[in-house]
């Protein structure tokens, strides 16, 4: 069983800064693609950044310049650095990983999300 937990979320004042961390657990695994999504009340679920198996980043135009996804392989877990937030960064935020176990295959996982709120 692989399992995604989210963490780091919490209210911070506009130009504020956070880190959210995804631990990655289980036994037998390998992370492919991993990233970082988030919804806002109202909207549909979006791609914030994410990170191929190769290690090349990708960033959604709305946070480019202002956080930074990086993995700590060692520890099966994904970070992303939130700087200069915004009150339109409000969400809740959720890792989701495509990882490969011998038992299943290579399957996308979803954590439980962290709330990340930032006043208007």
């Known amino acids: 069983q692989v399992q995604l937990v989210e963490s780091g979320g919490d209210l911070v004042q506009p130009g504020g800064s956070l880190r959210l961390l995804c631990e990655v657990s289980?036994?037998?695994?390998?992370?492919?693609?991993i990233g970082w999504y988030r919804q806002a009340p109202g909207k549909l679920r979006e791609e914030v950044a994410s990170l191929r198996r190769d290690g090349a980043p990708d960033y959604a135009d709305s946070v480019k310049g202002r956080c930074t996804i990086s993995r700590a392989y060692a520890e099966s877990t994904v970070y992303l650095q939130m700087n200069t937030l915004k009150p339109e960064d409000t969400g809740i935020y959720y890792c989701?990983?495509?990882?490969?176990?011998?038992?299943?295959?290579?399957?996308?996982?979803w954590g439980m999300g962290t709330q990340v709120t930032v006043p208007g």
């Open positions: 289980g036994s037998f695994f390998t992370i492919n693609d």
């Open positions: 989701s990983a495509n990882v490969y176990a011998s038992s299943v295959g290579s399957r996308d996982y």
